[in-house]
């Protein structure tokens, strides 16, 4: 099925009723912006992260792991820029408060809107185009003075006066804690430049308003490289890096490339000299941004540097300098989402509709589920949970014995699982099993001691 077949509706439903995301705080009515991954999905989420780890630290000469604090020094967000310029513009419904993205409502219109306008500028450029713009809650059309909206999260963390005057901040942007442990990290693990951080982390946004599911969320999760490079040669690492993100989600996470496409930023954010997104086509959104590429100059470790009053410079051989940033960030949530669009499916297998997730092995919540033929011989039963003993030890492994065969391969092939195992009667005579094959349903006779090597991938 191509994604312009499949909906983003049923894919949202999918992923509740099969455990894969929840809305957060569900039974209070729902949180916007916030979900919860599920049994199924907190697998998912972890392959996709494990994926990326292992391609960006383990299979990498000079790529160093970090973990840091999502709390930080106050004075991190004042250098970093981000509680000046970290903002968004927004302006409130009259008649129901409902507050819009004036960026976002005129860029539907086909205007853009500079990153670097004034208010007054962005006001002037909303006044001229206000006529066609209604509040998405009451179709109202009444609309207060446009404000730029920081989206920094706050929060009391060591602050006991109790007037909330000394804000500590969520971060708005993990890699913040790299440039952070820039010093350490050469310190410790004496890096030869270029070399790269890499971190996943958690991000917090004040977003106006969340829409699209897992798109636009004020909780989510970042991936994370920085390569510190000598000053100057941005451009070779830009083109390099870019194309490794690309091969990421090609060669890896198996995405089609019809469905993936670059753009360029016009507008730019304040610490980037140059920005292009990966872009992926979800099904009913079309076209928007999974992960960022970023020139960051030397602006980052530059304003840390002046603020801290630590010299963040880089001695290589007695010559001493500021490295460059080249940033990779992706967002996870959005991968996730990218993931299950690309492999959700619905074809015909024995003359009947069925729903499957054709994940890639390695991104598959479950690798083998383990069935006895009857669930009332409790010889076959037996066996099975013998089988299950000897592959749950070794990969997610799940038993199921309800229902009929036909109706437990369904639902294997709906959550994506790669391959069902049967025990019958001849499994307790030759010790063989028949795994069945998700994709094409191909069933296949195999000796018990070979099984792991057979679903093994
Ligand atoms: N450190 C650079 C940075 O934060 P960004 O383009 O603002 O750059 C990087 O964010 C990625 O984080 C985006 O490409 C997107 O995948 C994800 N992201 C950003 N805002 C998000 C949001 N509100 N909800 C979910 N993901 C988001």
């Not at 020094?73 to 981000?82: F, L, N």
């Not at 753009?263 to 610490?271: A, G, P």
Request: net charge negative; with cysteine; hydrophobic share 35%.
């Amino acid at each position: 099925m191509r994604n312009d077949e499949k909906s983003m509706d049923e894919i949202i439903s999918f992923a509740k009723r099969k455990g894969f995301v929840f809305p957060s705080s569900e039974i209070y009515g729902g949180v916007a912006g916030l979900y919860d991954f599920g049994p199924l999905g907190v697998e998912l989420l972890n392959n996709i992260k494990a994926d990326w780890w292992r391609k960006n630290v383990h299979e990498k000469e000079n790529y160093y792991g970090l973990d840091s604090a999502i709390f930080k020094d106050p004075r991190v967000w004042e250098a970093s820029g981000h509680t000046k310029s970290f903002s968004d513009p927004m302006a409130e419904c009259k008649t129901c408060n409902t507050r819009i993205r004036v960026d976002k409502e005129l860029e539907k219109l086909g205007v853009q809107a500079d990153e670097k306008m004034s208010e007054a500028e962005l006001q002037e450029l909303f006044d001229t185009h206000k006529a066609q713009i209604k509040c998405p809650k009451c179709g109202g059309s009444e609309f207060t003075e446009v404000k730029a909206f920081n989206l920094l999260v706050k929060s009391n963390l060591g602050d006991f006066s109790g007037k909330e005057e000394n804000p500590s901040y969520l971060p708005g942007e993990a890699c913040q804690g790299i440039y952070l442990n820039f010093k350490n990290v050469v310190d410790s693990m004496h890096p030869k430049i270029p070399f790269g951080i890499a971190q996943i982390g958690k991000a917090f946004r004040n977003e106006i308003s969340p829409r699209n599911f897992l798109f636009r969320t004020r909780e989510f999760e970042q991936a994370d490289t920085q390569l510190f490079i000598r000053p100057g040669e941005n451009k070779d690492y830009y083109d390099k890096i870019k194309e490794e993100r690309w091969r990421w989600y090609t060669e890896s996470l198996k995405i089609s490339e019809k469905n993936l496409r670059w753009k360029q930023h016009d507008n730019l954010v304040f610490y980037a000299k140059d920005a292009w997104d990966i872009e992926y086509d979800f099904p009913s959104y079309g076209f928007d941004e999974i992960e960022g590429i970023h020139d960051r100059s030397d602006y980052d470790l530059t304003v840390h540097s002046k603020a801290s009053g630590i010299d963040l410079s880089y001695n290589e051989n007695g010559e001493k300098f500021i490295p460059w940033i080249i940033e990779s960030s992706a967002g996870l949530g959005r991968i996730f989402l990218a993931v299950l669009s690309e492999f959700y499916d619905i074809d015909e297998m024995d003359g009947k509709k069925r729903t499957v997730l054709r994940l890639p092995h390695k991104l598959a919540p479950i690798k083998v589920a383990v069935f006895p033929l009857l669930k009332n011989k409790p010889e076959l039963v037996a066996k099975a949970r013998e089988v299950f003993d000897m592959l749950r030890y070794e990969m997610p492994a799940s038993f199921d014995d309800s229902g009929n065969i036909g109706k437990r391969y369904r639902r294997q092939d709906e959550i994506g699982t790669p391959y069902c195992v049967t025990v019958d009667f001849d499994s307790l005579e030759d010790n063989t099993v028949t795994v069945r094959s998700r994709d094409d349903g191909a069933q296949k006779r195999v000796p018990l001691s070979e099984i792991f090597s057979f679903v093994k991938d």
